[in-house]
Structure formats: structure tokens, C-alpha cells
């Protein structure tokens, strides 16, 4: 895995990117693209694995697939991932693009949704949203190729409007947005993480590990990051830059 501090912007972003970047918020802290096409290029690595991570963006993005109902696995394409920040106060949203028929895929919503879930609708666009203990989860199927999800309706609201061009959206944001043109293209998956210094503040290691102080270390002395991920039959190519 290659690492570089320097940001070498491609010329062009692939077509789901440019419209992923137009509905996810300007100030996220954290964004990723999983491509799971490209991630099954490698036999030994099952991408819907790693959906049960037991973190809160991985919780959101279960709950859109246990309820959606087509085959992930099949119909999946690309999907876009935005946090506030990496904790359980992140506020994810997402973006996902599939194959899917949308009149069949809402009637088996209509007809499976959880009870759980109430429905709200918002400029001819349903919204579904379930609340449990102080967490809100809302989704809703924005056009023929795209769903949309998020840690509460009113989020879900601001996409759907970013879709029609209202509201500042993450491609407003520059410096992120150089991050991702560095890294998107032609990438199976790539992640991008602003002001982890910031976030790490004065915030010390424990251990006893030396290795785990020299992490910390250089935790601290980095801005930003992205990572580019490859995947290839036997394995992966990476790409890491940091920003100090």
C-alpha cells in the first residue's frame, strides 16, 4: 500500500460519484464509497461482512437492507456513506445505487415494511422511518436507481432536496472534494477523513505498547486522510494520503 502527501486530482469522477456528492451534507467529516461489484473480484473477501462491524453507520446501512427486500448481493451497485463524525453520535446518511424495478420494489415495502416504520410523505416521495429508543432511521426510494437513508427523516428531507438542487451539498466542499477526486477513480472503495487531528485533541494512549504511543503520535500530527482500495482476484492495492 502505497502512502503520499500530496493530492493528485484525476481529471474526471465516475458518473455515480458526481451524483453521490450532489445529496450527501457539505460538512461531513467522514465519506466512503464501497463498490460491491468490484469488491467480489476477490473470492476471499465477502463485502457484506464487513456490514456487521457493530458500529452505528454499519447498524443504518442493515437496516436498509433487511428492509428493502431485494437481494443485495445481485442488485447492489455502489454505495456513498457521510458522517458527522465516527462515534455514536455520527448522524450517517447514505446513498446507495442499485438494479431494481421501483414500482416492485415500493408495492414489497408497502407490503413488508416493519411495523416499526411509519410512512411520511414529502414532495410525492415516500418516506419511511422507524424509531428505537433515542435512534431514528428513515429511508426512502428516491428515483429508478438510487435510495437514500440517514439517521432521521429531516436528513432524509435535506437529500431529496438536494436532488432537485436545493441546499449546499458536499460537492460545495472543496477541500473534501479534492480528497475523494485524488482517490474515486477507478477505486473498488475509498474513504475519506477530515480534522482527525482535531477529533484525536488531547485524547492520550493508555497502553503499554510503544506502538500504540507512536500511532498516537501520528494520529495527532494528521489533518486529513483518504484511502484508495483496488480490489484484484488475490488481493488489493491501496493508496493512503495524508495531509498534515
Known amino acids: 500500500m502505497g502512502c503520499e502527501n500530496q493530492i493528485e486530482a484525476p481529471a474526471t469522477m465516475t458518473l455515480q460519484t458526481r451524483s453521490a456528492v450532489e445529496v450527501l451534507p457539505m460538512d461531513a ?34 437496516d436498509f437492507i433487511e428492509t428493502t427486500g431485494f437481494n443485495p448481493e445481485e442488485d447492489l451497485g455502489e454505495i456513498y456513506v457521510a458522517a458527522s463524525d465516527l462515534d455514536e453520535n455520527a448522524k450517517p446518511s447514505f446513498v446507495a445505487y442499485a438494479t431494481f424495478d421501483q414500482d416492485r420494489l415500493s408495492t414489497y415495502i408497502e407490503q413488508n415494511l416493519d411495523d416499526r416504520f411509519v410512512r411520511t410523505d414529502y414532495q410525492g416521495i415516500t418516506i419511511y422511518k422507524a424509531q428505537e429508543d433515542d435512534k431514528e432511521f428513515a429511508f426512502a426510494v428516491a428515483n429508478g436507481n438510487m435510495i437514500v437513508g440517514a439517521a432521521g427523516a ?55 505498547d510503544p506502538m500504540g504511543r507512536q500511532a498516537e503520535q501520528v494520529g495527532k500530527a494528521i489533518q486529513d486522510m483518504a484511502i484508495a482500495i483496488t480490489m484484484k482476484q488475490d488481493g488489493a492495492d491501496g493508496r493512503v494520503i495524508m495531509q498534515t
Open 29 to 62: 467529516q467522514f465519506v466512503g464509497m464501497v463498490n460491491m461489484e468490484a469488491m467480489k473480484k476477490n473470492t476471499a473477501f465477502n463485502p457484506f461482512e464487513t456490514m456487521d462491524a457493530g458500529n452505528e453507520i454499519s447498524a443504518r446501512i442493515n
Open 154 to 208: 429531516e436528513t432524509v428531507e435535506d437529500m431529496l432536496d438536494r436532488i432537485n438542487d436545493k441546499g449546499a451539498s458536499l460537492s460545495d466542499n472543496a477541500e473534501t472534494m479534492a480528497l475523494i477526486k485524488a482517490t474515486s477513480n477507478g477505486s473498488s472503495a475509498w474513504f475519506v477523513m477530515r480534522d482527525i487531528a482535531d477529533k484525536l485533541g488531547t485524547a492520550s494512549y493508555e497502553g503499554d
